[in-house]
């Protein structure tokens, strides 16, 4: 079984560019999660997504926007880049957003110039 | 709110050997979930392994075990005969296990302690 994908996997961006990340969850599995990963930090959580339907957000500014496709996967878009937007995007999925195992993805490294 | 606190920023352990990581945590809940998370060179997060709140028994997976101390709000991994891919990022993470009131289960990381395994 293929496990969560993401893509791109790099990618370089200027400030005030659009971006849009891309997840594809394990077959089977409902609930896409998104969290921001900075360099030397721990993950932040961005959005949860479940059957299509925003089930929470972290603290991120308007300017982070999700969505949830009726195959579950899930696109990440995140407009007028900042240079502290630069970081790893995870994606990770689970069953149901209950679920205790969630699975991760490899992740989208974003670079903003 | 939930914090997850990781004092060491990076570890070394001689190749065979036991090592030890440290992670302690800040809730008002008594039902919850707590993780180990290993991130190589590749960035993928891996699964070590969960302890449930409400279960007094430590979590042991093959060479992994945890130590965990509810009262001290304390959850700590210990890695025992350290193999050179052990070495990692490793994560210490919080979930509780109901949802937010906006119906979110969101996981909490510490900052991370980085492995390295000696040869």
């Known amino acids: 079984d293929a496990g969560v994908t993401q893509s791109p996997t790099h990618l370089i961006k200027t400030r005030g560019q659009h971006v849009t990340l891309r997840c594809s969850p394990i077959?089977?599995?409902?609930?896409v999660s998104w969290y921001q990963q900075v360099l030397g930090q721990g993950p932040q959580f961005i959005f949860q997504?479940?059957?299509?339907?925003?089930?929470g957000r972290g603290n991120f500014p308007d300017r982070f926007s999700a969505r949830q496709f009726p195959n579950y996967s899930s696109e990440l878009n995140v407009n007028a880049l900042l240079l502290g937007d630069s970081a790893l995007y995870l994606c990770?999925?689970?069953?149901?957003?209950?679920?205790?195992?969630?699975?991760f993805g490899a992740g989208s490294r974003l670079t903003v110039l | 709110a939930q914090t997850v606190t990781q004092s060491q920023p990076e570890m070394s352990v001689q190749e065979a050997e036991t090592v030890t990581l440290s992670c302690t945590y800040d809730?008002?809940?008594?039902?919850?979930?707590l993780f180990w998370y290993k991130q190589p060179p590749s960035r993928q997060m891996i699964l070590v392994i969960r302890?449930?709140?409400?279960?007094?028994q430590n979590a042991t997976e093959n060479r992994f075990s945890v130590n965990f101390q509810k009262a001290a709000k304390s959850f700590s991994l210990k890695i025992s005969d350290s193999q050179l891919g052990d070495a990692a990022m490793y994560f210490c993470?919080?979930?509780?296990?109901?949802?937010?009131?906006?119906?979110?289960?969101?996981?909490?990381f510490g900052t991370g302690t980085r492995l390295k395994v000696l040869a």
């Open positions: 809730t008002s809940e008594s039902d919850y979930y």
């Open positions: 077959s089977g599995h409902k609930s």
């Open positions: 302890q449930e709140a409400y279960k007094q």
């Open positions: 993470a919080y979930r509780s296990s109901g949802a937010l009131t906006s119906g979110t289960y969101k996981y909490i």
């Open positions: 997504y479940y059957e299509k339907e925003e089930r």
């Open positions: 990770a999925s689970s069953l149901s957003p209950g679920a205790n195992v969630l699975t």
